[in-house]
């Protein structure tokens, strides 16, 4: 175990390398100057080359790149164009407000869309299954921010049953920020639920066809036991996997949530960093997904070693 | 890809025209009569087979006929429209009723004109930003899975990198700092979608590359670009189709989404994700029609392409 530890952390180390590289790559893609970009054609040479100097793009290409890595590494972006404050408090306490809305929709999608692949897949090529796979291909291929302005025409403004401004005010409830953040939660439910139902139904369908699912049943076991002790150890890893790379991927749906509904989180500040082309934020907000993205899939890894020797077995060789 | 042009398929649709196409051999090289241990003919059969099952999938007709609405829309554009588009001259803010059966938007705009000719821009930008990525993407997964070695294990890793990232941040971050232009959001939905594509064509690849014809090509002295691209090629490119209909899928949802957050074309132009975040603003006072219309019509589009994308994928993945 420890050996397959090692292996998949130094993986991860290396891939956050690279992504950083990548990000950089972008940023500085065309050559040329940061601040005359920002302050438009207009600006006076001075003051573009006296904003160059404060961010420090009038450095050599290269010491900009090894500042930008070593940045990822020390989680220290450096500061908003616009503010002058700390990216790092900036995008954190986003994070953390983007974190509770992914949070409460994980909370509700795990079981529901895990129960759904099962219940599909027990029924396969009957009509409740069609309807399970059909209705899950189609809510996971609408952007999140349609679902999520359609069900704030629905649930907030047509049956006032939530909020059109997701914001909870300091210091409400935990019961009472359900209020606010159930719709927006909702939304990337519905997002989700196709991808994780979908995984989970393919792994119980492989698993219900396999020698051990059948010895199990032959001994005398129940359906719902061979479920619990055979077939979900086994199918499920493909489903954590999934969930776990949702995770990563849900700052690019959530985006679109918050925007709909006025939500002050990670997906907000990108937005306003765009709009005023604040790239710091904006790398740093970037680069943190990607941070997020691998330490979930790296939770998710160890999991599914835990559950599945033959896992991390095979990839310690 | 030397010269596979779709010369002599030409009774074929054209997404499997495209397939048949590369498969012709050269004429001179009668080496080439069998590809991949069967002979054409029958490969062409089995095409032929493969495409009567896809158009009797009833997701594929549901699909196809949706897509050939807003491709009608998209092409004859305010020539259909009842209204122009760009026209502000009625009320604003009017409910839907007879002549403006969708309502009016916020400059007294028909909803349904812009609707309808908002098609455009999305069937413009992102089939091309499909196809550029795929095209990468085949190119890229074919070098990585016929050499190998270090070049494969650091093209990986650079894949892995990229799809640590939601396509649509860190498009948002490019476009920002590129600046936005049609060219701009295809060519960096393009680059986005190739290292996902490059995987899959890699994969496929390297299951062919220790088959016999492979060895047989390169014990005759073929050329490495000769066996990638008219021997390994025809043979891979089922799951390239199937690759190529789901990424159509993926570029109008995240077309879509950027337009949506402003950063797709510019304001007059009638946009589907920049009606969408003109009109949900509004959507506390009631006003639910502006917003209603074109994001239903987004979600047709992107259900109308996955069903496609399904039915492809099921019959090409069974057979």
Redesign the interface.
Known sequence: MRRFLLKRVASAL???W??A???FL??N??PGDVGR?ILGPFAPKEEVAAFNHRLGTDRPLLAQYFTSIRRVFTLDFGNSFQSGQDVKSIIFSALFRSGKLALLAFVITIPISIAAGIFAARRQDKLADRVVV?VG??SS??????TA??L??IF??HWKLGK?FANPPPGTSVIGQLEYLLVPAMAMVIAYFGYIARMTRAGVIGALQSDYARTATMKGLSDNQVMRRHILRNALGPTITVISVQI??????I??VE??FNYAGLGST??T???A?D?PV??G??LL??IV??LS?LAADLLIAYLNPRVRLETAR | MSEPTSHDEVTEPTTLAFAAASEVPEPAGGVDAVIGGQPVSERKQARRENWRLIRRRPSFIIGTLIVTVWGVCALLGDRITPHSPLDYRSTPHLSPRGDFPFGTDATGRDVLSRVMAGARDVLKIAPLAAVLGVLFGVVIGMLMGYIGGWFDLGMSRIVEAFLALPVVLIALLAITTLGSSDWVVIGVVAVLFTPVVARTVRSSVLSERSLDYVTSANLRGEKRSFIMFREILPNVMGPIIVELTVRVGYAVFTVATLSFLGAGPPPPSPDWGAQVSDGYRVLGAGIWWTTFFPAAAIASLVIAVNLIADSVQSVLEAS
Do not use: D, H, R, W
């Open positions: 290396i891939t956050l690279l992504l590289t990548i990000v972008i940023v893609v065309l970009k059909n291909l189609a291929s609408i952007p999140e921010f349609v302005a359609v704030l025409s907030c403004v059109v990563g991927y849900l700052f690019g749906g985006i679109g925007k709909v990108m937005l960093a765009v709009g082309k790239i904006l790398q907000a970037v997904v990607g993205y691998m899939t």
